[in-house]
């Protein structure tokens, strides 16, 4: 009798198998799908991910308890969790585990070339393409081969703030993933000689744990910048993906709610020092917000590497002018270490009492930020969805993440700042 994985893995093959029917049948007729096959389709795509959450929960649950029947046998310590700073790729990182293969010959595979084989079904000169596109076909679209993946995913990485300002990467291969932490740093005492040791605070850990959450993306790409972009310039139409997708995954890191399927962002992590300015807000007319919120986090015993804030904060800082000379005012000495980073995923129509314009500023130590980032994504060629009136074709590309804080005393989050 088949065991209960191979039952759950049979009815996801059933449930693929079911969906591509209908998507192949649409294309071998070349049209779209009709409004019962599409709820067909839709039907199919939801059990496979239903039975793919409960394959993930229960591998999660073996690999834990393997990993408590390891700690509880004499041996080797277990390894931490892998995690990447911003000067590592996800690339290498999946090259060194074996999940993917180094790039082959002079040509390195491209996503650009792979998307537009996809679209077209002509794969002239992209055989190691044609190759990877082959049994990557899912009820929820095309599965991107590992190597293309991880790159698209790198290229989102260097288009993030939080990212530049060292955010850390934390790849996760599974649904969930635990990663510890330390909580409390205990308290060393001095002792004579001869005298007993007194007892003291020892270091004390938790650990946080990553759900990977979905962003789905529409991503609506000209056909003058899909058919006529520069072959030689291969990341043409990745970068544009990237770009689209980082700037969700910056807004989740600093002010997502935390309301599933939501990260939890910087903002509304518990143990993060809010600073107001005042019943309505307060306008900027020093750079003080920026020193008293880089001392803050210095008094919490971290080094801030990093400040981020809307680019409206940053004009404003700009036009400041010295009182007497009217010349432009230069950042005082205790900020020129640090960065001022611009994002518009910081808003600036907040309300704060009557004030409706008002915006944030991020200072942190930014190494303690987690992003946890499946190493795969998944996108689908909407046909039904191609914008004719434009000239455009659209995808909705699925990417799964989670944020976490290693520190929250490490974060100082200024609010009401007014221009």
Same mark, same amino acid.
């Given at each position: 009798?088949?065991?209960?994985?191979?039952?759950?893995?049979?009815?996801?093959?059933?449930?693929?198998?079911?969906?591509?029917?209908?998507?192949?049948?649409?294309?071998?007729?070349?049209?779209?799908?009709?409004?019962?096959?599409?709820?067909?389709?839709?039907?199919?795509?939801?059990?496979?991910?239903?039975?793919?959450?409960?394959?993930?929960?229960?591998?999660?649950?073996?690999?834990?308890?393997?990993?408590?029947?390891?700690?509880?046998?004499?041996?080797?310590?277990?390894?931490?969790?892998?995690?990447?700073?911003?000067?590592?790729?996800?690339?290498?990182?999946?090259?060194?585990?074996?999940?993917?293969?180094?790039?082959?010959?002079?040509?390195?595979?491209?996503?650009?070339?792979?998307?537009?084989?996809?679209?077209?079904?002509?794969?002239?000169?992209?055989?190691?393409?044609?190759?990877?596109?082959?049994?990557?076909?899912?009820?929820?679209?095309?599965?991107?081969?590992?190597?293309?993946?991880?790159?698209?995913?790198?290229?989102?990485?260097?288009?993030?703030?939080?990212?530049?300002?060292?955010?850390?990467?934390?790849?996760?291969?599974?649904?969930?993933?635990?990663?510890?932490?330390?909580?409390?740093?205990?308290?060393?005492?001095?002792?004579?000689?001869?005298?007993?040791?007194?007892?003291?605070?020892?270091?004390?850990?938790?650990?946080?744990?990553?759900?990977?959450?979905?962003?789905?993306?529409?991503?609506?790409?000209?056909?003058?910048?899909?058919?006529?972009?520069?072959?030689?310039?291969?990341?043409?139409?990745?970068?544009?993906?990237?770009?689209?997708?980082?700037?969700?995954?910056?807004? @989740?890191? &600093? %002010?997502?709610?935390?309301?599933?399927?939501? *990260?939890?962002?910087?903002?509304?992590? #518990? +143990? $993060?020092?809010?600073?107001?300015?005042?019943?309505?807000?307060?306008?900027?007319?020093?750079?003080?917000?920026?020193?008293?919120?880089?001392?803050?986090?210095?008094?919490?015993?971290?080094?801030?590497?990093?400040?981020?804030?809307?680019?409206?904060?940053?004009?404003?800082?700009?036009?400041?002018?010295?009182?007497?000379?009217?010349?432009?005012?230069?950042?005082?000495?205790?900020?020129?270490?640090?960065?001022?980073?611009?994002?518009?995923?910081?808003?600036?129509?907040?309300?704060?009492?009557?004030?409706?314009?008002?915006?944030?500023?991020?200072?942190?130590?930014?190494?303690?930020?987690?992003?946890?980032?499946?190493?795969?994504?998944?996108?689908?060629?909407?046909?039904?969805?191609?914008?004719?009136?434009?000239?455009?074709?659209?995808?909705? @590309?699925? &990417? %799964?993440?989670?944020?976490?804080?290693?520190? *929250?005393?490490?974060?100082?989050?200024? #609010? +009401? $700042?007014?221009?």
């Amino acid at each position: 009798m088949p065991t209960l994985l191979e039952q759950l893995r049979e009815r996801r093959t059933a449930a693929r198998t079911a969906a591509d029917e209908i998507l192949t049948r649409a294309q071998a007729e070349s049209r779209d799908l009709t409004s019962e096959e599409l709820a067909e389709f839709t039907g199919h795509v939801g059990t496979e991910r239903d039975v793919e959450g409960e394959l993930d929960r229960r591998r999660d649950e073996e690999l834990a308890e393997l990993r408590a029947a390891a700690v509880r046998r004499p041996g080797p310590a277990t390894p931490h969790e892998p995690v990447l700073t911003r000067e590592q790729s996800v690339a290498a990182w999946c090259e060194q585990r074996g999940m993917s293969e180094p790039p082959a010959g002079d040509r390195p595979p491209s996503f650009d070339r792979y998307l537009r084989g996809i679209v077209s079904g002509q794969w002239d000169g992209a055989e190691q393409e044609r190759a990877m596109s082959e049994g990557t076909l899912t009820a929820g679209g095309h599965l991107v081969p590992t190597p293309l993946s991880s790159r698209v995913i790198d290229l989102a990485r260097n288009a993030m703030q939080t990212m530049r300002a060292g955010a850390t990467t934390v790849p996760m291969a599974a649904q969930t993933l635990k990663l510890a932490r330390l909580t409390g740093e205990g308290t060393p005492g001095w002792k004579s000689e001869g005298a007993a040791v007194t007892a003291t605070a020892d270091l004390t850990f938790d650990a946080v744990t990553f759900t990977a959450r979905t962003l789905t993306r529409v991503v609506t790409l000209s056909v003058e910048l899909f058919e006529d972009a520069d072959p030689s310039s291969e990341d043409v139409i990745a970068r544009s993906f990237a770009a689209q997708v980082a700037l969700e995954l910056d807004r @989740a890191a &600093l %002010r997502g709610t935390g309301t599933a399927p939501e *990260p939890r962002g910087v903002l509304n992590q #518990t +143990g $993060v020092t809010i600073t107001t300015h005042g019943a309505n807000g307060a306008l900027i007319t020093n750079y003080d917000f920026h020193l008293d919120a880089v001392g803050a986090v210095r008094n919490a015993n971290f080094e801030p590497n990093a400040q981020i804030q809307a680019p409206r904060t940053a004009t404003s800082l700009s036009k400041l002018k010295e009182a007497t000379t009217s010349a432009y005012m230069a950042p005082p000495a205790g900020l020129a270490a640090i960065p001022r980073l611009n994002t518009k995923q910081v808003p600036v129509t907040l309300t704060v009492g009557t004030s409706t314009d008002c915006s944030e500023i991020y200072t942190a130590d930014w190494a303690n930020l987690l992003i946890g980032i499946r190493t795969n994504f998944q996108l689908l060629f909407l046909r039904e969805r191609y914008i004719a009136d434009t000239l455009s074709y659209a995808f909705l @590309a699925y &990417l %799964r993440a989670d944020v976490q804080v290693a520190q *929250p005393t490490a974060f100082v989050v200024d #609010t +009401g $700042v007014r221009t």
